[in-house]
């Protein structure tokens, strides 16, 4: 959504992790918004990542960074998750109508399959607006507390999804973004 086009990206990351120079990582990733952002590419065909590809990969980042974050898809593979695993925290993000709350229940018991403490997930709820359910039935759907929430700001964020740029800095979805 961002219009960026990778070096390489996530594959060719993977792939060579285990002996990647910090030079070859240079050329991996994006440098974009004040930070580096090793694209996916949905296109790459190729054999699938194992597990220690993430592994060999998560090692060499968490030496070059303070802060990872990873956008994994909807579902977590044996492969990615490792990343999970390895995580101090794993947000998942759900809207306040109850489909997405069974959902986001559901997305949280299956990473406790994968041995993802409980106390590492947490649930991010996305686009609250007033008049929505109560935050206590919220989480009672979810059966757990919700770590934080952000603010329904369709206009805003439609706005930088159309010219593909990050939110304004001044709306309130980024500034609850900055207070989260």
């Known amino acids: ?37 090793l694209l996916a590419e949905p296109n790459h065909r190729g054999p699938n990542p194992v597990w220690a590809d993430y592994y060999q990969l998560l090692r060499f980042v968490q030496k070059q960074y303070d802060f990872v974050f990873v956008d994994l898809p909807e579902l977590v593979n044996e492969a990615s998750a490792e990343v999970v695993r390895c995580a101090r925290g794993v947000f998942v ?3 306040p109508e109850l489909p ?32 929505s359910l109560p935050l206590a039935d919220i989480e009672e759907a979810l059966g757990r507390p919700v770590f934080a929430t952000l603010p329904n700001d369709y206009n805003h964020v439609r706005d930088a999804i159309v010219e593909s740029r990050l939110v304004d800095p001044n709306s309130p979805f980024a500034q609850s973004c900055v207070a989260l």
Request: with cysteine.
């Open 100 to 131: 997405s709350l069974h959902m986001a229940r559901q997305r949280c018991a299956e990473l406790e399959v994968y041995d993802v403490p409980r106390d590492h997930v947490h649930i991010l709820l996305n686009r609250r607006e007033r008049g």
């Open 93 to 95: 993000v759900a809207t």
């Open 1 to 37: 959504m961002l219009n960026l086009q990778p070096h390489r990206g996530l594959p060719q990351a993977l792939k060579g992790a285990a002996a990647m120079t910090s030079v070859e990582w240079q050329e991996q990733y994006i440098d974009a918004f004040a930070m580096h952002i």
